[in-house]
């Protein structure tokens, strides 16, 4: 499988002195579906605004399927779309112009223009405000409409930048499944997020980016396997007045009904069972403290602290 | 046409046809403003203070200030459709929609230009229509007329996504036109010929651009001058073209859009 993109040796040192990217390497197969996570301040927009030449790199390469950034940046910029964290159409044109104009831009025929525009407005729910002004949509809808916007070219590889930020839970999982269906369209994706369970849901590989610097490349699967202990909590069925003694189990009270739990990948779960049933405990439901991948993430980015602090 | 010159060709259409249908849509603070206040220069200057100040340049005043006032309408409208279109989208982001697209910095400044010299046309084409309830406005020559007119509205189109590009905020898209277009094109012999001058301010006059360029549109239109046309035309084509370069060379730049 050929690669989507290549990043090799990225910097960026904003006029400031501020440097948000230390010389990062990066490749996104063709076909996958990516996620790069970081916290705030990382170097992720950074990443994405040299990507889509509204930041430029101090150094350093960027290839997008063969399209040097340097050489060929109307090469890269047809293979690419890029929905950005931050809203950025004009709020006075109509949802429908706006994407037949952006279309226009890519040098797509009005006639071609129109038809993509009605197929995206209506696969992203929005053909019924395809005459409102942009500024009358709801939240959701500029999401959406950014998408759509993003995928009116038809490029090869979308970068969304938290394209679910402040989006309810049942928008979230719609525009999940439309992701992977065009994922599993062709479409090489990579995503930012701050929902660890967004990421977790969609990508097959990740990057995590701290301080301008890539400290965990991987599959989404290796990655997880490095997660060791597992924290559950327990609703229980009685009240306790203190933590149950469980052999092998750190455990504590949250609250009167609720134990949570460290359980190491090599115990299971089956003998904490039964230490509880010997206690006369009975557990109504089960569940992870945090998201698994968002506990490995606090512990990366933790331990790059260390390294990083003076 | 290869790939790249249609896809461009597109890209112009859809940036001017964007352009066009903002100032439309928004008809009454663009193309309504200028007619009335023209009207008022006809009413004030050209029927009621015109009457008694006689003839200039051997044309009744109405008829020598109609060109003046025309091209006043013109400077005004080209530079302001640009500068306050282009400076919006910096300030909503949606500049960004055109950044990271593949259209080259050429189609970007040809096409914000055209949106603006059509808006000064109009406004032109509206302002010489409603001249015509005041007076029986002759063309002398109308190459130079149309040349002048497109190279003035050009010249300023140009201008005013110069201002754009630097501009941080509104106040900056307003001091070029306060502080210096107006006072240039108050001087510029819109009112006036500078044969009424003292020979010092004759020559101080000379060197403000947009005397050149009404005085060359009113030749056009009246056949009368206060300077060289060939002169004129000559300085509005390099100013046009260095102009061009400038805009160009600042998109790619990034100048005010990019980190």
Known sequence: MSTALSIRQLTKTYGNGFQALKGIDLDVAEGDFFA???????????????????????SGTVNVFG???????????????????????????????ILVTQ????????KVAKERAERYLNQLGLWDKRDVSSRMLSGGMKRRLMIARALIHQ?????????????????????????????????????????????EQLCRNIGIIDHGQIVKNTSMRELLKQ?????????????????????????????????????????????????????????????????????????LVENNLQKVAP | MSVEIRANWVALQTIV??????????????LLPPAITMVLYFVIFGSLIGSRIGEMGGF????????????????????????????????????????????????????????????????AVIVTLLSMFFTDLQVHHLGITVLVISLTATIFALGGLINAVFARNFDDISIVPTFVLTPLTYLGGVFYSINLLPPFWQGLSLANPILHMVNAFRYGILGVSDIRIGVAISFMLAAAAVLYLVCVRLLQSGRGMRQ
């Open chain 1, 155 to 199: 490029p090869r590889l979308l970068i969304l930048d938290e394209p679910t930020a402040g989006v309810d839970i049942e928008l979230r999982r719609s525009m999940w499944s439309f992701l992977t269906e065009l994922n599993r369209e062709g479409i090489t994706i990579i995503l930012t997020t701050h929902y660890l369970e967004e990421a």
């Open chain 1, 227 to 299: 997660l060791h202990v597992e924290t559950f909590l327990l609703d229980l069925k009685e009240s306790q007045l203190v933590a149950p003694q469980l052999d092998g189990y750190p455990a504590r009270l949250v609250d009167d009904h609720t134990l949570e739990v460290q359980v190491e990948k090599s115990q299971g779960v089956n003998e904490l069972f039964r230490l509880l049933a010997s206690q006369g405990i009975e557990v109504l439901s089960l569940r992870n403290k945090t998201n698994r991948l968002e506990e490995l993430f606090v512990s």
């Open chain 2, 17 to 30: 046809r964007r352009e066009v249908r903002r100032y439309t849509r928004i008809w009454p603070q663009t």
């Open chain 1, 103 to 110: 279309a226009g831009y890519y040098g797509i025929p009005a």
């Open chain 2, 60 to 123: 009744s005043y109405m008829d020598y200030i109609v060109p003046g006032l025309i091209m006043m309408s013109v400077i005004t409208n080209s530079y302001s459709n640009v500068v306050s279109s282009f400076f919006s989208a910096k300030f909503q982001r949606s500049i960004e929609e055109l950044l990271v697209s593949p259209v080259s910095p050429h189609v970007i400044v040809a096409g914000f230009a055209l949106g603006g010299i059509t808006r000064g046309l109009a406004v």
């Open chain 1, 36 to 58: 790069l996570l970081g916290p705030n301040g990382a170097g992720k927009s950074t990443t994405i605004g040299i990507l889509s030449t509204l930041v430029n790199k101090t």
């Open chain 1, 67 to 97: 399209h040097d950034l340097d050489r060929d940046p109307a090469g890269l910029k047809r293979c690419l779309g890029v929905v950005p964290q931050e809203f950025n159409f004009n709020q006075f044109e109509k949802a429908f112009d």
